[in-house]
Each structure stands twice: as structure tokens, then as C-alpha cells.
């Protein structure tokens, strides 16, 4: 907890003055600072604690104090391992000083520990929409913008930390939860929260799958175009589109799909010599996309390449070429290149997975009429 006493109060209160997030001052020499003096001095835990107590009551008409007091046998608590009475009286804390984002953390801790995802996400959010604030509050008639930005500026940077461990524990949280409908209400919420975050990407994935999984195709494609507008290379994002167009019942969305499919692929650069697992992955199922999309247009010779070089991108993952090599050996098929439709699908029919039934089912049909 940062407490900020004597001269320094002065300053930092310009700072805060410009932005939410606040900040327990307490004047040194005060009676509420001597009275700290003497409690931090105590070693035993529980002393300390009805000490704080008694502090708490004594300087009950100063918010500060009472507010710095309570979030110390919130601190107390939580040492040992008392998550859930701290979270009580870390709330009492809260309660008064709302904006402060050591103590919203402090709170998000001790609600990780007790294993209460709602309440990380809404400490996470409380803090998201503090940090935020930070800027939004007019600008007082006697500091110069130049003051008014340093301050800012200052703020964010001082509370940076505090507004990414947030972020992580909201994002814990949104990858946690099973509920479709709840994981959803936790991303747009997220969003709000933290409109800049570097979990961006993993969120948007998240989001479409979220809206795909409800059967929400349409809301699933109009949030990948918001996400795209804003970020037109988020290459997960682009690889959910390909798939949501080309999976589309609707003819004019397969063309679509195969567009979205190729803006992936200048972006993942998988042949790259420097391309990492995680680009060779997106490509890979971005060709698969490309050549589901191009079977559907009744164009098979010109999806086989392009699942060829997805399943070679895909070589070392077994459960993610499947549902290629199904779609291959179904382009060989239709061709009537059927020799070669029978490794790849006996290898997508030996890999459990929502590929596994098709393509032993279209496998089993091949061998038949060739006998």
C-alpha cells in the first residue's frame, strides 16, 4: 500500500486529482501515523490484528485511516492463510477506498486462493475500470496541460503492474469457465475493462469459438469483423472466419472463407524458415479452411494442394491434420483418385476426434466398391 505523507502528499494529490485510481495518505506525525508506528512494532500476528482493531475504532471518523487499517488485517489475514475472513474485511477496505488498486489486487488474491472465479473477475473489472479512469476527469483550473498529462502519464505507469496482473487473473478466469453463456458475458465485460490488453487475441479466439459453440454464427462473424477492424492482421481471428465461412451453409460465403484464409497465411508466413509452432498451427488450419471451402465449390483439384501443404504444416499434430487428411481423402474420392484417398483417410479413421467416424464411414465405402 502506498501511503504518501508530508510534502510528498501535496504533489501526489495533483496526480490523483487527474485519474480514479486513488491512494491512502496519511500525514506523517499524525496520531493515526504514530499509532502505525506502534502496531507495525508488534511481531505476534493476532496481537497485531486487534491492534488494527482497535485502530480501526479509534480513528473510525478518518476514511483513510480506517480504510489503510481494515486492508491491514486483510494482509494479516491472508499471511495466515485466513483467505476467507481477509476477503471480509478487505472488502470493508474497498468499501471506502473503491478505486484503490493495491487493494483491489490484495482482494483478487485472496478470492484466487478461495477458489471464487466471480469474485477475481469482478475485483478484476473494479480495477480495469479504475485504471481506466485514469485522464477522464477534467483538468483543474490551476495545472497546465503539460502537468495534467505528466501526472497521467505518471499514474498509469506507477499502476501498470498492478493493471496487468488484473488482466491475467481476468483472463484465468474467461479460459476457466465451462459455461458458454457466462464466458461470453465475461468477455464483452472484459473488453470494456481493458480495451488494449495483450490478451486481445487469445479473448477474440475465445469469443467466436464461445458464439460458434451456441450456434451464434452470425454474432460470431460480426464480432470477428469488430475485432478485425480494429486489428486487421489478429491472425486467430482471421483463421475463426476462414473456418465460420467456409463451414457456412450459404454459397456466397464459401468465396469468403477461402479470402480470409489467404490473409492468414500472408500474415502466419508458415514457410518461413523462422515460423513457430504457433504460426505453422494457425496456417495449417487456415489451409484446411481454404480447401473445405474449395470442395464445397465443387473445385477438389484445386483444394488438394492446398490440404496437402496444410497437413505437412501439420505433420507433428496428429488431432489437428485428421480433419484434413478427412477432407483430402474426400477430394481424392470425388476425383476418383481413390488409391490415394485410402492412406490419408485410414490415417484421419485411426485419430479419435469429430473426423474419426466420416472418414472410416467414406474409407469403408472406397474398399467396398473396389471389391
Excluded at 501526472?151 to 481476468?170: D, F, T
Excluded at 483439384?301 to 505437412?312: C, F
Aim: charged fraction near 20%; include cysteine; aromatic fraction near 8%.
Amino acid at each position: 500500500m502506498r501511503m504518501v505523507a508530508g510534502a510528498l502528499a501535496g504533489i501526489f494529490c495533483v496526480a490523483l486529482a487527474a485519474g480514479q485510481v486513488t491512494t491512502i495518505i496519511i500525514k506523517a506525525g499524525s496520531p493515526q501515523d504514530l499509532a502505525l508506528q506502534q502496531i507495525s512494532g508488534e511481531a505476534d500476528a493476532g496481537k497485531r490484528i486487534e491492534l488494527y482493531k482497535d485502530f480501526v475504532q479509534k480513528f473510525a471518523s478518518d476514511p483513510d485511516a480506517t480504510a489503510y487499517g481494515e486492508w491491514q488485517i486483510a494482509q494479516t489475514l491472508a499471511a495466515q492463510n485466513q483467505s476467507a475472513e481477509s476477503l471480509e474485511w478487505g472488502d470493508k477496505a474497498l468499501a471506502l477506498e473503491p478505486h484503490n488498486l493495491e487493494i483491489i489486487c490484495t482482494q483478487a488474491g485472496n478470492a484466487q486462493q478461495l477458489k471464487q472465479n466471480a469474485k477475481v473477475f469482478e475485483y478484476a473489472m473494479a480495477g480495469g475500470a479504475a485504471y481506466g479512469g485514469i485522464g477522464r476527469d477534467p483538468k483543474p483550473a490551476n495545472v497546465s496541460d503539460l502537468q495534467y498529462e505528466m501526472a497521467n502519464a505518471e499514474e498509469r505507469r506507477v499502476n501498470q503492474p498492478s493493471n496487468e496482473y488484473l488482466q491475467a487473473l481476468a483472463y484465468n478466469v474467461i479460459a476457466a469457465e465451462p459455461d458458454a453463456r457466462k464466458r461470453m458475458s465475461y468477455i464483452q465485460k472484459f473488453n470494456d475493462a481493458f480495451p488494449d490488453s495483450k490478451y486481445q487475441d487469445q479473448v477474440s479466439e475465445f469469443a467466436i469459438l464461445t458464439l460458434q459453440s451456441l450456434q451464434d454464427t452470425s454474432n460470431a462473424i460480426a464480432y470477428g469483423e469488430a475485432v478485425l477492424y480494429q486489428n486487421p492482421k489478429n491472425l486467430p481471428t482471421l483463421v475463426l472466419m476462414a473456418h465460420a465461412y467456409a463451414q457456412s451453409g450459404k454459397a456466397g460465403d464459401w468465396q469468403k472463407g477461402i479470402n480470409y484464409a489467404q490473409q492468414a497465411l500472408a500474415v502466419a508466413k508458415a514457410d518461413d524458415p523462422a515460423a513457430d509452432t504457433s504460426r505453422k498451427l494457425s496456417a495449417g488450419f487456415a489451409y484446411g479452411a481454404m480447401g473445405s471451402a474449395l470442395i464445397k465449390q465443387k473445385r477438389e483439384a484445386a483444394a488438394v494442394p492446398e490440404l496437402r501443404h496444410g497437413i505437412s504444416l501439420l505433420k507433428e499434430n496428429r488431432a489437428a491434420a485428421a480433419p484434413l487428411q478427412f477432407e483430402l481423402g474426400r477430394a481424392y474420392a470425388i476425383l476418383r483418385r481413390y488409391e490415394e484417398a485410402k492412406p490419408v483417410l485410414t490415417e484421419a479413421a485411426s485419430v479419435p476426434g469429430p473426423a474419426q467416424a466420416a472418414a472410416r464411414d467414406l474409407l469403408n465405402k472406397i474398399v467396398e466398391a473396389r471389391h
